[in-house]
């Protein structure tokens, strides 16, 4: 099965410093690719949607220069959380589309990136 | 805002007992997903039912899809600890230029006991 991968799983970081994840689709090449974060006991919120080669679509109220994303290949994706502040602290996902696959409207999501901003 | 709400929020059954989760959206779909969220981990992919279905199986999961009250249901037979987990429903929203993103519900969070 389509298989995503996620680095770090977990960070720990200075209040002030810049932290990047990356995203990667392991087995298939992905058209598009989306994160999300999820605070403690709440659903998922979508933060921006990702697309090779071009600019991120960012959701109503993600700061686009404080949380950077490079969508520089089908298979890999960064979020860069930039001068990170303790509020930033959540659990980070990202998911990717297939774009070969029939199954276009399903999403295969990474196992998550916990950020702890000291 | 979310589009799909999950009802309960979270649900406690022995080992071997059936759970029933119950998600209801607002708009018009053309599919609706369930997914399942381990602790602290990503989601898994479970069920996809689209909106001229009322009903699939895929091993002990049943899905139905009433799109006239806008609500879909997950139905988990014979539980077993390993079921333990968040289960989300998620409904695609589609815009210009073929842009797709789905929308996750809050959530029920099911914790089978042995």
């Known amino acids: 099965g389509a298989v995503v991968s996620q680095h770090p799983s977990w960070v720990i970081c200075k209040s002030g410093t810049s932290v990047k994840i990356e995203c990667r689709s392991l087995?298939?090449?992905?058209?598009?690719m989306f994160w999300y974060r999820q605070f403690p006991k709440q659903s998922l919120m979508l933060m921006a949607t990702s697309n090779e080669g071009s600019k991120a679509t960012y959701e109503q109220g993600v700061e686009k220069d404080k949380f950077l994303i490079n969508h520089a290949s089908l298979t890999l994706s960064t979020l860069t959380v930039t001068s990170a502040h303790p509020e930033d602290s959540s659990f980070y996902i990202c998911?990717?589309?297939?774009?070969?696959?029939?199954?276009?409207?399903?999403?295969?999501f990474g196992p998550g990136t916990r950020l702890l901003v000291l | 805002s979310q589009q799909g709400e999950e009802d309960p929020q979270a649900l406690s059954i022995q080992e071997g007992e059936n759970a029933t989760m119950n998600c209801s959206y607002k708009t018009s779909i053309n599919n609706l997903q369930w997914y399942r969220q381990n602790s602290g981990r990503g989601l898994v992919h479970l069920i996809l039912i689209r909106s001229n279905e009322r009903e699939k199986h895929s091993g002990r999961l049943r899905v139905t899809l009433d799109t006239s009250k806008k609500s879909s249901s997950l139905l988990i037979t014979a539980s077993r600890a390993a079921d333990t987990a968040s289960y989300f429903c998620a409904t695609p929203a589609y815009s210009g230029a073929g842009s797709y993103q789905l929308t996750f519900g809050k959530g029920t969070k099911l914790s089978v006991i042995p």
């Open positions: 998911s990717a589309r297939d774009r070969q696959s029939g199954r276009t409207e399903t999403q295969y």
């Open positions: 087995d298939f090449q992905a058209t598009t």
